[in-house]
């Protein structure tokens, strides 16, 4: 089975909800068939370069939002600094040490719902230092309008971020104070300014095969170009401090069927890489992912740039 639906989708054909789902119930060796079967389609359609992006946190904590994995939300009770926009000189700063480290992408992440119009300014005018400095810009600001993203693009803004986070279904378990058609609002929007879209979610949450899959499916009718994939590091003083991480093999399975639905798109391991993962982290590529978070994430630490371009290298692959 495996090795006809590889074969199908690397000629052009697409996976059904159906098939997904049978994906999913592999267990044991049949496991690592899968990975060979990933790994074959991430190569025929991304070839051999993993693309590398770095984040700065560029406004932390008391977030109004009551989003129960996140640190930031005003409602958790999180052990994290807490502090307002950073000076345009201290995100040009953090970009220039990510150039320097090997990465591609930078994206500017700021926490609350969305800036207000003095620092959306002040963002934009950061986003076009960044460009300058020869890095792609991205940015992470929250529930933005097409007049706010116009501006960002016509700062050198590349990319935008914004996950799903999860299904439609499982959403309102997961966040109350915004809705899963704000979010798609916000997505539309950057579709329709002709930014680049990043939109991918977190895994661990609670939620089962089927939300897994319905979130893919539902990225790839909005045209993501990069699908951020992120597992939930239960951090004590959020809503979801007492769930268990996922194991590292379901959250590896998890890169594989997203690689098997959305062949051609970016597939980004991103927070929560270095703490599930441990030491299988290096079967990333041979799961399917093409893409890296390098550094650390928004209030965790994450994997050593200079480690993962090593890792990059042993397996043959190019930061590109």
């Not at 119009?117 to 934009?124: H, N, T």
Request: proline letters at 5%.
């Amino acid at each position: 089975m495996l090795a006809s639906l590889t074969d199908r989708i690397i000629s052009g054909g697409r996976l059904t909800k159906d098939e997904a789902a049978r994906l999913s119930t592999l267990e044991g060796p049949d496991i690592f068939g899968l990975f060979a079967g990933a790994n074959r389609i991430r190569s025929a359609f991304r070839a051999d370069i993993i693309d590398l992006c770095s984040i700065v946190n560029a406004k932390s904590g008391s977030c109004p939002e009551d989003c129960s994995y996140c640190a930031q939300s005003a409602s958790a009770k999180a052990d994290i600094s807490r502090y307002p926009l950073l000076p345009e000189g201290e995100i040009l700063d953090a970009a220039r040490r990510a150039k320097e480290s090997g990465a591609k992408r930078f994206c500017i992440v700021t926490s609350g719902r969305k800036p207000g119009q003095k620092e959306l300014s002040d963002i934009a005018s950061a986003v076009g230092a960044v460009r300058k400095a020869g890095l792609l810009p991205c940015a992470t600001l929250g529930l933005l309008d097409r007049s706010d993203l116009e501006l960002l693009r016509d700062a050198g803004l590349e990319r935008y971020h914004h996950n799903l986070e999860t299904s439609r279904r499982f959403f309102p378990r997961v966040c109350s104070s915004h809705t899963y058609d704000e979010k798609l609002d916000t997505i539309s929007a950057v579709k329709e300014t002709g930014l680049s879209l990043c939109s991918g979610g977190i895994f661990g949450l609670g939620e089962d095969w089927e939300d897994r899959i319905d979130m893919a499916l539902e990225i790839e009718r909005l045209g993501a170009d990069s699908v951020p994939v992120n597992f939930l590091i239960p951090i004590p003083g959020t809503g979801l401090s007492g769930r268990k991480m996922l194991a590292p093999l379901e959250a590896l399975k998890i890169v594989s069927i997203y690689r098997f639905l959305l062949p051609s798109r970016e597939i980004r391991i991103c927070g929560g890489r270095l703490q599930c993962l441990g030491s299988l982290n290096p079967f990333v590529f041979m799961a399917g992912a093409d893409g890296l978070l390098t550094g650390d994430y928004l209030t965790k630490q994450g994997m050593p740039p200079t480690a993962d371009l090593d890792l990059i290298a042993r397996y043959g692959l190019r930061a590109g």
